[in-house]
């Protein structure tokens, strides 16, 4: 497609679930973020993918918290045992190369909401 | 750490009006500045990317101005619209955190209301 897409847009969850948010980046673009963005703040850095190599996960909040990008374009945020602090809009994002330079382009983000 | 502040936190302007809403950051070691507009509901739009070694960068109605030494940015808004409300977000790469060369650091955005 012509932008970043995420699905579901949005997701409800019992407390203990665990989910899987999907991102299709921009066709092409090696780079792609995830943030977490909680009501009423900006969105906060959880991982960087070049490819299919994770080369940083320090945003990550807790080890409950896995994201993958197997074949170097999807990828998949995994929240195992969802907690009540987990409710937050997740966006993924894309750029074309260089990360330190590159303009990031993001999707509509899913909105995660766990009871 | 890197620091982003957005002032104000929300404002409202008649149609019609020129606007200005401000950024500031704490390390000015960064690599660009880039502005959002975030509608209810949905993602980013990207407005303006400023590398750090430009000073300004323009796209019809908004300009957006960058002092890297002074840790200062500034969108202005000429001829507002009612179309233009929205959350406006300023994020920097870069920075002395480990994850400087990659993400996003964002300030928490300046709500814009344009009244008809």
């Known amino acids: 497609g012509a932008g970043v897409s995420q699905s579901p847009r949005y997701k409800v969850a019992k407390r203990g679930q665990d989910v899987a948010l999907r991102c299709d980046p921009i066709?092409?673009?090696?780079?792609l973020f995830w943030y977490q963005q909680a009501l009423g703040q900006g969105p906060e850095f959880l991982t960087y993918?070049?490819?299919?190599?994770?080369?940083?996960k320090s945003g990550l909040p807790s080890d409950r918290f896995f994201a993958e990008r197997p074949e170097g374009s999807v990828s998949t945020l995994k929240i195992q045992r969802t907690q009540q602090e987990d409710s937050a809009v997740y966006l993924c994002?894309?750029?074309?190369?260089?990360?330190?330079?590159?303009?990031?382009?993001f999707g509509p983000g899913t909105r995660l909401t766990v009871l | 750490k890197q620091e982003v502040t957005q002032i104000p936190a929300a404002l409202s302007v008649p149609e019609g009006e020129n606007l200005v809403l401000n950024c500031s950051f704490t390390?000015?070691?960064?690599?660009?500045l880039q502005w959002f507009r975030q509608d209810p509901g949905k993602g980013l739009t990207s407005l303006l990317l400023?590398?750090?070694?430009?000073r300004e960068q323009t796209s019809g109605r908004l300009n957006a101005s960058l002092d890297k030494s002074s840790g200062r940015s500034t969108l202005y808004i000429a001829a507002s619209q009612p179309g233009d409300s929205a959350t406006y977000l300023c994020?920097?790469?870069?920075?002395?955190?480990?994850?400087?060369?990659?993400?996003?650091?964002f300030g928490k955005g300046t709500s814009l209301l344009v009244t008809p």
């Open positions: 994020a920097v790469r870069g920075g002395l955190d480990s994850n400087s060369g990659y993400a996003l650091n």
């Open positions: 993918f070049q490819n299919e190599a994770q080369l940083d």
């Open positions: 390390d000015s070691a960064i690599y660009n």
């Open positions: 066709s092409g673009h090696v780079s």
């Open positions: 994002a894309s750029s074309l190369r260089d990360a330190s330079r590159n303009e990031q382009f």
């Open positions: 400023i590398q750090s070694s430009q």
